[in-house]
Structure formats: structure tokens, C-alpha cells
């Protein structure tokens, strides 16, 4: 058994104590042991004279710790978040506990709605069985920030000594590992599965944390559109041998084959003018061409000697597309 202590918790944010954490078991043993693990921790901690505030961080794998707790805990009122970001109030619900759901902003539980809430419980403050935060597959829920994170702790305090009785907090060790600011977040394909409107959010929040937090963050991924919304460092392995170490304009200029000129035109043209800075061209059909661009072309006289010599209706300069990139890179190897 460690102590939360043991965990580099931000140093301005003191804890009340005791704060316990529950010992880890490898998510490869039985999901029975764990959930009994589980069940003869939380027993052992509760049972204990100690009446002062109590936050417990359980092991990964939530629906099992809820197990375990559900095993436990007298049934009542689980403060938890909005049931709408994760499907853990769900399983609470089924095993006959009550969710008094606390909406969440960009720093978390919001501690005024948290406020106001127990208030309006009045008498039913009584019932409250414990508070239960989870972010696991819960991205458009955000890592409580420090003061939100005291924020909910402090309430929880206060409803203990209200009480003359212990109210938890139970945290997964997932959310644990994220709350306390880390330096370094590795993140394997954190994209996976997710919808479009999702992906969206957890990449603008992932940008927000490395750059309000200077969280150095390192992922893996698949998905192409990662790279280009979130990376400014891109490395690619190729059978084990690093072949790409550097930024993403590096990466399209090695092996990009370099800009391009897309012209589209009012009317076919009969063919395509021999121009400076462009060593050639792409027909894609009667009205849409591509001119390779050479490296440090003149841009505005290769612009202009193109609106000279055709029907120009548009035109635009465009960037290698990484998914182009990543082809040129592994060429018949892929896949």
C-alpha cells in the first residue's frame, strides 16, 4: 500500500489526510482477483477509526475497480460527472446506487455547480455514498486543473465533517497519473475509435496542455491527421531504423517531391506552357493542371507567367499531403 504521497502531487495543493492509493494489480491477472484485490483493499481502508477525509486512487480498468467498490460501499448517492461524457454512471446505476451528476467545464467539475448541488440535496446529504471521478475514454472531459482539484477535495472534506462520517473520493489511476501535471505524456494512437466532433476535442485540449502546461506529449499514431494538427517534432521508423527525425515541412521536403501549383482553367487549354520554376506538369483533366514547383522557384513571376499563359479561373500553391509523404517514404512496403 503507497501513500498519495508517494506520487509527486503539486506541492501547493495539499491534500487532506489520510490519502491512501490501493495497490495496482497487473491488468493481466483475472478480472475476479482484481475485483477481489479491490474489494479487500477498499474494506481495509474503510474499516480503519480514522474518521478524516479519505481519497482513494484505484487501479486501471475502472468497471472493474467499480466492482470492487460496489462490493463495499453502502448504497446512495455517488457524486459523479455528467453521465453523458462516460458510461461508468451507467454500471453505478445498475448496481442500485443513485448518480447526482456535476457537469464539467474546461477545467474540470465545476466547484459552484458542485455547490449547489449538495446544497439542494439538504437532508439527502445524508445519503451520499462516496464521489467517483474517472477520464477514462473521456476525452471531452479535461484532467481537473489544480485548483478545481482542490476545489472537489475540499468539498468532499467538508461533507465528511458534516457528516461525522467518511465520504471517499475515489480516483482510477489513469486520472492519477494525468492530475498532477507530468512532464512527459505518451499517448499510443489516442485517436483510435474516436468520432470526428471527438477527435476534434481531444486534440484541441492535447494542444491546450502543451501549451498552457508545457506538457512534452509523445504519441503514437496511425492517423495521418494527428501529425499535421498536433506534432512539431515527426519521427518515422522504417523496420526498426529511424528514417525521419525533425519537423513536418522537413519530412515533406525529403520526401514530399515539393509544392505544387494547382491551376484550374475556364477553358482547356491545348497544352501546357514551358515555364520557369517549373520542371512539370500534371493533367488531371481538361480544366485541372499541377506544376511541379523547383526548390527556391520565383514564386510571383511563376504565378504571373501562369496567368499570362492560360485561361486562369484559379490557382493555389499546395503542400505535399502527408498521406502522399508517407507513400513516397515507404513506397511498396507500406502496409
Request: aromatic share 6%.
Amino acid at each position: 500500500m503507497r501513500k498519495v504521497s508517494d506520487l509527486n502531487i503539486a506541492s501547493n495543493i495539499p491534500l487532506p489526510a489520510p490519502a491512501l492509493l490501493l495497490h495496482e494489480i497487473p491488468r493481466s491477472e483475472a478480472q475476479e482477483e482484481f475485483v477481489a484485490e479491490s474489494r479487500r483493499q477498499i474494506r481495509d481502508i474503510l474499516s480503519r477509526q480514522d474518521r478524516r477525509f479519505l481519497l482513494i486512487v484505484g487501479p486501471c480498468g475502472a468497471t472493474s475497480l467499480l466492482d470492487g467498490i460496489s462490493e463495499v460501499m453502502e448504497r446512495g448517492i455517488v457524486v459523479a460527472s455528467d453521465p453523458a461524457y462516460y458510461i461508468y454512471t451507467d454500471a453505478l446505476e445498475r448496481k442500485g446506487f443513485e448518480v447526482l451528476a456535476v457537469p464539467e467545464d474546461g477545467e474540470g467539475i465545476d466547484p459552484g455547480i458542485l455547490d449547489r448541488k449538495l446544497r439542494a440535496l439538504g437532508d439527502g446529504r445524508r445519503r451520499i455514498s462516496f464521489f467517483y471521478v474517472v477520464t477514462v475514454n473521456n476525452p471531452s472531459c479535461t484532467i481537473l486543473s489544480n485548483r478545481r482539484r482542490r476545489a472537489l477535495l475540499e468539498a468532499a472534506a467538508r461533507l465528511s465533517k458534516e457528516q461525522s462520517r467518511r465520504i471517499p473520493v475515489f480516483f482510477d489511476l489513469a486520472y492519477e497519473m494525468l492530475l498532477h501535471d507530468p512532464a512527459v505524456l505518451f499517448l499510443d494512437e489516442p485517436t483510435v475509435g474516436l468520432d470526428v466532433v471527438t477527435k476534434a476535442k481531444l486534440r484541441d485540449f492535447l494542444r491546450a496542455l502543451n501549451r498552457e502546461r508545457r506538457t512534452t506529449i509523445v504519441l503514437t499514431t496511425h492517423d495521418l491527421q494527428d501529425i499535421e494538427a498536433l506534432c512539431s517534432r515527426v519521427v518515422v521508423i522504417d523496420h526498426g531504423r529511424v528514417v525521419h527525425d525533425g519537423d513536418l515541412d522537413g519530412l515533406r521536403a525529403r520526401f514530399g517531391g515539393g509544392k505544387r501549383l494547382a491551376v484550374t482553367l475556364k477553358q482547356p487549354a491545348t497544352a501546357p506552357p514551358a515555364i520557369a520554376g517549373i520542371t512539370a506538369w500534371h493533367r488531371h483533366d481538361d480544366l485541372h493542371l499541377a506544376g511541379e514547383l523547383a526548390e527556391g522557384a520565383d514564386l510571383p513571376a511563376a504565378l504571373a507567367a501562369c496567368l499570362a499563359a492560360l485561361p486562369v479561373a484559379d490557382l493555389r500553391i499546395d503542400e505535399p499531403e502527408i498521406e502522399d509523404v508517407i507513400k513516397t517514404l515507404y513506397g511498396d512496403r507500406a502496409g
